[in-house]
């Protein structure tokens, strides 16, 4: 379970390039923090979860993809 703090927190984290978006590549960087998103939505596999939640086909979530993704999970608290 996470807060929407907290996973705006672990959102930042992994956009290493600052672009407001979280790309395959960033959580592939961040092997850590892909794990934690994996608890929280389910999803095992980067690709999965961007190919599952991205909105706009650019292979990357914004913030809002990831939030509905825990959402749907229902481990937003
Ligand atoms: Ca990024
Ligand atoms: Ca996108």
């Given at each position: 379970?996470?807060?929407e703090q907290e996973?705006?927190?672990?959102f930042n984290e992994l956009d290493t390039d600052?672009?407001?978006?979280?790309?395959?590549?960033?959580?592939f960087l961040s092997p850590g923090l892909s794990a934690i998103i994996s608890a929280e939505t389910g999803i095992?596999?980067?690709q999965e979860l961007v190919l599952q939640y991205d909105s706009d086909g650019d292979r990357s979530i914004t913030f809002e993809?990831?939030?509905r993704a825990v959402e749907k999970a229902n481990n937003l608290t």
């Open positions: 379970m996470a807060t996973l705006q927190s672990l600052r672009d407001g978006k979280v790309s395959i590549n960033e959580l095992t596999s980067p993809d990831l939030k």
